[in-house]
């Protein structure tokens, strides 16, 4: 079975700073994705950024980059530059849908990292 | 905006009775997923639809039920509420297939049972 693992509950970063958030997962399937998403005070999922299994280089997005260490089954959320905006909870998250489960691409979620940027 | 509509925002209501969320999902994406999130279980994923049909089942229970229509937008149908059944329901939607990546959330709906 999946499984996603957030070992952070909170985090506090000064503004400016960099941050790393932690993520480490288990799946008997070769081919999965893994995505971070930010929930703000205000309850929406925010889509962050994505990373598939096979990809050879680490996914960026602007200030979020993903990385990626297969071996060690972990996909950290590495923000450059925090801003208080940045203040959310984190949640990552994990579709397995390899060729055992083709059409399932329900997403198994870490139960979230809340940071909190101080100014 | 992720381009995914869900209405009720807020949804106040007492138990056993029953209620319909209801969700649309972006312009050309077939897939449609209802998850709950809970301070007891977390974000769980309940059920997923592609282009009508029910493609996987997660930890939904019997009293709740959805579908998805002819248009896409789909409900979810909640009945026989508990005080446990108050969460954040949450309708995304991908293109859905094998060949689809991320799945994008809308504001959810927040229930209430009193």
């Known amino acids: 079975a999946q499984k996603i693992t957030q070992t952070q509950p909170g985090m506090f970063v000064q503004e400016k700073e960099a941050v790393t958030l932690d993520c480490t997962y288990d799946?008997?399937?070769?081919?999965?994705?893994l995505f971070w998403y930010k929930q703000p005070s205000s309850g929406e999922m925010i889509f962050l950024i994505y990373?598939?299994?096979?990809?050879?280089q680490n996914a960026t997005e602007g200030r979020y980059s993903l990385n990626f260490q297969k071996a060690r089954k972990s996909a950290n959320l590495v923000i450059s530059a925090s801003q208080l905006g940045d203040s959310a909870m984190y949640f990552c998250?994990?579709?397995?849908?390899?060729?055992?489960?083709?059409?399932?691409?329900?997403?198994?979620f870490g139960t979230g990292t809340r940071l909190t940027i101080i100014p | 905006d992720s381009g995914v509509t869900q209405t009720p925002k807020h949804l106040i209501t007492a138990t056993g009775q029953r209620v319909t969320l209801r969700c649309s999902p972006r312009?050309?994406?077939?897939?449609v997923y209802w998850y709950q999130q809970s301070l007891d279980q977390g974000l769980q994923f309940l059920i997923q639809?592609?282009?009508?049909?029910?493609?996987a089942k997660g930890n939904i229970l019997e009293r709740f039920s959805a579908q998805q229509f002819p248009d896409l937008h789909s409900e979810l149908n909640l009945s026989s509420l508990e005080l446990g059944d108050s969460a954040l329901y949450f309708c995304?939607?991908?293109?859905?297939?094998?060949?689809?990546?991320?799945?994008?959330f809308g504001p959810g709906t927040r229930l209430t049972v009193t």
């Open positions: 998250a994990m579709r397995d849908a390899g060729i055992s489960n083709f059409g399932n691409e329900k997403l198994t």
């Open positions: 799946t008997s399937d070769p081919s999965y994705g």
């Open positions: 995304a939607s991908s293109v859905g297939g094998s060949s689809s990546y991320e799945q994008y």
């Open positions: 990373q598939g299994s096979y990809d050879q």
């Open positions: 312009s050309g994406d077939l897939s």
């Open positions: 639809y592609y282009n009508g049909e029910e493609r």
